[in-house]
C-alpha cells in the first residue's frame, strides 16, 4: 500500500519569497507523484507529475518538484510566490503499472502568501 | 471544451436519506474515479470505473455504491446517510487509469443534517 506525508499543514510566506512544499511518500513499487492545486470552493487541478525518466519535473505557472528516490521524497518548489498562489496543495501517489486505478493524497497544505 | 461536470453542485440532505450524485467525463475518457473530500483532509478514494466496469474499491461501507452508463457518465449513490457523510465529492476522469492524467469536476458539496 501506498501513501503520502506532507509536512506543514499550513505554510505562510511572503510575496515574492521561495515557495517549499514538502512531501515524503511511501510505495512497495515505483511511484506515480503528482501535485494537485486547489482553490476555494474548486475541484483539483494538475500542477506536475513524475512518472519516469527526468526526476526534475517542471510544471504550471512556474512550479517544480524534483524526485528524490533515497530520500523518498517529492517536494514542490517555485523561486518567486505570487499572490494567486495562495491555496491548498496536494501530493499524491499512484502505482506504476497494474493497478494505477487510485490516488493516494495527503492530507494537504494551505499556503497563504502575504503582500 | 467541457471539463468534467458535476451535479448538483450543492445539496442539503437529512440524516437517513438517500442522495445520487452524477458525473459526466470529458468526452473520449472512459475512466471515472469518485473521492471524497472531509473539510481539512485530502481526497480520499471511493471507487474506479474503467468502461463500466468497477476496477477499485475504497475503504467505503456498503451504503456507498456507484455505477457507470454505455456514455461513461456515472452515478454515486449513498444510502442511509450519516452526518460523517457530509463532504465535498469529487468526480475525476481520465483515459484510462489515473497515471494518465486525472481531471477533477468542481465536486459536490453534500451537507447531512
Known amino acids: 500500500a501506498q501513501s503520502v506525508t506532507q509536512l506543514g499543514s499550513h505554510v505562510s510566506v511572503s510575496e515574492g519569497a521561495l515557495v517549499l512544499l514538502r512531501c515524503n511518500y511511501s510505495s512497495s513499487v515505483p511511484p506515480y507523484l503528482f501535485w494537485y492545486v486547489q482553490y476555494p470552493n474548486q475541484g483539483l487541478q494538475l500542477l506536475l507529475k513524475y512518472t519516469t525518466g527526468a526526476t526534475l519535473v517542471k510544471g504550471i505557472n512556474g512550479f517544480e518538484a524534483e524526485f528524490k528516490k533515497s530520500e523518498t521524497s517529492f517536494h514542490l518548489t517555485k523561486p518567486s510566490a505570487h499572490m494567486s498562489d495562495a491555496a491548498e496543495y496536494f501530493c499524491a501517489v499512484s502505482v506504476s503499472g497494474g493497478s494505477n486505478y487510485k490516488l493516494t493524497f495527503g492530507k494537504g497544505t494551505l499556503l497563504t502568501v502575504n503582500p | 471544451d467541457a471539463g468534467v461536470t458535476q451535479s448538483p453542485t450543492h445539496l442539503i440532505k437529512t440524516r437517513g436519506q438517500h442522495v445520487t450524485l452524477r458525473c459526466s467525463p470529458i468526452s473520449g475518457h472512459k475512466s471515472v474515479s469518485w473521492y471524497q473530500q472531509v473539510l481539512g483532509q485530502g481526497p480520499q478514494f471511493i471507487f474506479q470505473?474503467?468502461?463500466?466496469?468497477?476496477?477499485g474499491r475504497g475503504n467505503f461501507p456498503d451504503r456507498f455504491s456507484a455505477r457507470q452508463f454505455p456514455n461513461y457518465s456515472s452515478e454515486l449513490n449513498v444510502n442511509a446517510l450519516l452526518l460523517g457523510d457530509s463532504a465535498l465529492y469529487l468526480c475525476a476522469s481520465s483515459l484510462q487509469g489515473v497515471n494518465t492524467e486525472a481531471f477533477f469536476g468542481q465536486g459536490t458539496r453534500l451537507t447531512v443534517v
Open positions: 470505473y474503467y468502461e463500466k466496469e468497477e476496477r
